[in-house]
């Protein structure tokens, strides 16, 4: 059906009010209109994602490795038996004034052998130190004191024992000592010769000794030492 615009025109300004009705319309009208032609229209732009560049190294894999394993090859002569102390001597230990350190470290020092005895697979001697003395002023008022010789006599030997320290020491002796004894006759060799331990023990048994024995048990001797295990007996030769 064909609608007559200047027909509902008329009307519309002929209507009480028409006229300002008509104008607002037209206004909203061409409002419309340029608010259509002046939007853009918008644009939804998708971007790439982002790449990050890593500027770190390649992992590094660290390998731990176990520690160097040292190999020490033993002396067998240097292995002391299970049943022998420590052999380490102190260099601070305090001496006795009948005891001399050596250059090797070992302690020498002379006495009388009290005791010879083995225990739980063990050797072990006693000994009760004794001092040479030369001086001869010191010889001879050591021996009067002692009683040996009157207070008008002079001593007469070119030594003097002296022993003023009842005290005993004990001590391990190695399975390995070496023994020598001076006044001992041995066939082939009676100065110094070697002395096997049982010879050597049996110097403190009951007897009856031997003739060329007999006095072993009561001359002094010589012991050397490392730490507290004797390593060394020599008798010493009194003339």
């Known amino acids: 059906m064909k609608v007559d615009s200047s027909q509902g025109a008329r009307r519309a300004r002929s209507a009480p009010g028409g006229g300002r009705l008509l104008l607002v319309l037209m206004l909203a009208s061409m409002l419309a209109v340029a608010v259509g032609c002046g939007k853009k229209e918008e644009t939804t732009t998708i971007s790439p994602p982002e790449t990050t560049m890593s500027t770190l190294p390649p992992e590094t894999t660290t390998t731990t490795l176990p520690p160097e394993t040292t190999t020490t090859l033993f002396d067998i002569h240097s292995v002391t038996s299970s049943t022998e102390p420590e052999t380490t001597t102190s260099t601070t230990e305090a001496l006795s004034s009948a005891e001399t ?139």
């Not at 005895?117 to 030369?134: M, P, Q």
């Not at 002094?220 to 030769?237: F, H, K, N, S, T």
């Open 101 to 239: 350190r050596l250059p090797s470290g070992h302690i020498k020092a002379m006495g009388y052998i009290t005791r010879v005895w083995e225990s739980s697979g063990k050797r072990w001697i006693e000994i009760d130190y004794a001092e040479f003395v030369h001086d001869r002023d010191e010889m001879t008022r050591l021996a009067r004191e002692a009683g040996e010789i009157g207070p008008d006599e002079e001593w007469d030997l070119e030594y003097y024992i002296k022993n003023l320290n009842p005290q005993l020491r004990t001590f391990q002796v190695s399975d390995s000592v070496v023994i020598t004894t001076s006044t001992r006759w041995v066939p082939g060799d009676d100065w110094e010769a070697p002395c096997t331990w049982a010879d050597f023990m049996s110097f403190w048994g009951p007897g009856p000794f031997p003739e060329s024995e007999g006095h072993l048990h009561a001359v002094p001797w010589w012991i050397e030492r490392a730490g507290r295990l004797v390593v060394r007996i020599d008798e010493q030769y009194l003339p």
